[in-house]
């Protein structure tokens, strides 16, 4: 599926499927008033000048040369319209135009905050992709709508690579998926959260009235389906995986998801998943599967499961805490007696100041169950150090990363010294080979901070041949 901007005679067709899907999905909800209103508000004529004058940006969806659906965001970060033909709903469609709209107004128009005002049939689809209602059902001249909104962080300038090493700002694209929105916090306990309105003197087919009804989305999609917006894939869709024709076991999901109904000062939102595995010895099946899971949880036993007494004090300190975290995966390798998965962790920690992208990978033995780091496999020497480093710096495209640590200092982080939190030592294996990296929390006034998440440095098997430890870790992986 490509999600790509539309212009000129593409718009038209768009919004010939708009009106097409609205007919079906959303009129019978409306009066004859309503109906009408929201057939002005498409014509082309009126979209084009909003696209002229205000920068309304529409999207459509393509498989092949084919329209499957459309959107159109402002840059206020409303969406105005969201749309999927009736036999194509289902499929995931829907929630791919969402990230790409999402996506475009946090990195063009840099909003903070995504805001929709749905018909009544797509409000579960907005509430399971991330947004919160903020009034009860409004009507205006015949139509029917809930508003929700979901704060998100205005993304950084992205570096042209074949993954995104997760600059900071820019893991909106991931974080607009999940359910952060954190409006409960930023607004005293039982105060009434009006809806958006018409101006004052608005009258039916008036200026006025586009102003305001542009702010009406219609969706008929809610279904899972993976993010794209027909960009260069990034961070985990960069990964091409390796799958064994030998692996006779099976790779399944799982999830934990807890967003509590009772919080008022305090947002606690948790949404991980991690992959389990059937068919392998009871025994070692076991210790598999938990090493998975306490991986992706990492976090939410950080922060809320068990947390130390630093942490408790620290949200009691917040004026508004959140405590939040999104864990997705990738299994990367899926040999016959090895399986390679890596996690990235977005959220914050105790503060929306306090926000996070982790990268944390598991590698491990199916026979036994034994796990690998980086100084298992391979030798941590000068020579090493610099061809790594130098896959590093040219991956991250840029000289500067790093400079803060010495040789030996870089062996040590290497070797699983995290400075303090600062760096975590990780590698994965995939159908290219090996990439070894870090992940990065640096504080917010350390000079070192190149912006970046996670990098890792790729290697063919044959370039790391020289520096192999006798780890049964390389007796594992397939030719």
Known sequence: ????????????????????????????????????????????????QKMRTEGLTVFGAYEGNVLKGAGAIHPSGHIALLFVKKEDQGKGIGKQIFHALCGYAAQTFH?????????????EAYRHFGMRDVASEQVRDGIRFIPLEMWITPAAPKKDHKKLYLIIGAAVLCLAVF?????????????????????????????????????????????????????EDSGLDAIDAYVSDEADYEVKEENYSY???DTTSTVIQFEVYYPQI???????????????????METVDKLYLNPSQEMKEK???????????????KVTYQGKDMLSVMFQDYGYEGSMSDSYTALRCVNINLKDGTIYDVKDIVELNDEFIGEWLDGMRDEADEETLLSELNEEEMKEVLAGDSKDGCYDDNF?????????????????????????????????????????TDSSFWDLLES
């Not at 929105?181 to 009006?194: C, D, K, L, P, Q």
């Not at 309105?197 to 999609?221: A, H, I, K, R, V």
């Open 1 to 48: 599926m490509m999600i790509r901007r539309l212009y000129g005679q593409e718009v038209l067709d768009a919004l010939h499927l708009v009106w097409d899907v609205f007919v079906q999905d959303v009129a019978p909800c409306y009066t004859s008033e309503g109906v009408e209103a929201f057939s002005q508000f498409i014509r082309y004529e009126n979209i084009e």
């Open 111 to 123: 909003v903070t905050k995504i805001t929709v005002n749905a018909a009544p049939g797509s409000v």
């Open 179 to 231: 359910v952060l929105s954190a409006v409960a916090v930023f607004r005293e306990v039982g105060n009434a959260v009006t809806s958006q309105s018409p101006s004052e003197g608005w009258q039916d087919g008036g200026e006025d009235f586009y102003d305001w009804y542009e702010q009406m989305p219609y969706s008929s999609d809610g279904q899972d389906g993976q993010d794209s917006s027909g960009q």
């Open 259 to 261: 967003i509590p109904d």
């Open 278 to 296: 059937e068919g392998l010895s009871d025994s070692v099946q076991k210790k598999v599967n938990q090493t998975l899971e306490n991986c992706a």
């Open 315 to 329: 949200v009691l300190s917040e004026d508004n805490p959140v405590l939040a975290s999104l864990v997705e995966y």
């Open 428 to 468: 994965f294996v995939d159908a290219d080979g090996i990439e070894i990296g870090l992940s990065f929390r640096y504080s917010d006034t350390s000079e070192a901070n190149t912006g970046f998440a996670w990098v890792t440095a790729p290697f063919e098997l044959d370039e790391l041949a020289p520096y192999q």
